[in-house]
């Protein structure tokens, strides 16, 4: 699913991001990627998405190279890939339902189909009410939501978070991860970032650890503590 090798990402004039990542992450699997502010963490999310290119190395993401992907195939990528981004990135004409479903729509589902779908998902988290407003109506938490359910509306093949749970409550974030556990029961690969250790620690998932762009752990999945 995701297979890394000596990946380096460096911006001008000489700002390091990531240096030498090597790691594998199997189709199925729910990963952590764990570290304080500025280790690497959104950078190498953005490698998988395909929005940004490494500097050096190798990098396949659900078998295309990431190095070399033309940008007219990355359309059919995001296809397969969903992404929740840590500032939302909801499109701020549109409803929350129209935000859940624009991946279906993009794919050329029926309205009716795509509204069915879309309200059950809402329903989920609590914000089928809030399904014909708009965005800036929300607050952080309501957002992150809505965001969450976009990435998993059309059941890709593997899902990227940066910090999904960084603006909710403990509930809400149980209800997140709820969400993505059980697409990931579903098969689905799941990567999320984060630099909330405790959490990390709590859910049990696999974990690797990044310190200023290089890999210094990779912990294998335990037990979850309630």
Do not use: W
Request: charge should be neutral.
């Amino acid at each position: 699913m995701i297979e890394l090798r000596q990946v380096a990402k460096v911006y001008p004039p000489q700002q390091t991001a990531l240096n030498g990542v090597s790691l594998t992450i199997q189709p199925g699997e729910f990963t952590c990627i764990a570290g304080a502010s500025g280790a690497g963490k959104s950078t190498l999310l953005r490698i998988l998405f395909g929005a940004e290119v490494p500097t050096g190395g190798n990098a396949r993401v659900v078998g295309r190279d990431m190095a070399h992907l033309p940008h007219q195939q990355l359309p059919s990528f995001r296809r397969d890939v969903g992404f929740v981004f840590q500032d939302y990135k909801l499109l701020p004409t549109r409803t929350v339902l129209e935000n859940v479903t624009f991946p279906l729509e993009v794919q050329g589902y029926s309205e009716q189909v795509r509204s069915s779908m879309g309200l059950r998902m809402l329903e989920t988290v609590g914000l089928v009410g809030e399904a014909h407003r708009l965005p800036e109506s929300l607050s952080g938490g309501e957002q992150q939501r809505v965001a969450v359910l976009r990435a998993l509306i059309h059941r890709p093949h593997l899902i990227l978070a940066d910090e999904p749970t960084g603006n909710l409550d403990p509930g809400m974030t149980a209800t997140v991860f709820r969400l993505l556990e059980e697409a990931n029961r579903q098969g689905i690969t799941i990567v999320v970032a984060s630099h909330d250790l405790a959490l990390i620690e709590q859910m049990g998932f696999r974990t690797i650890v990044l310190d200023r762009g290089k890999v210094v752990g990779d912990f294998a999945r335990r037990e979850k503590r309630l």
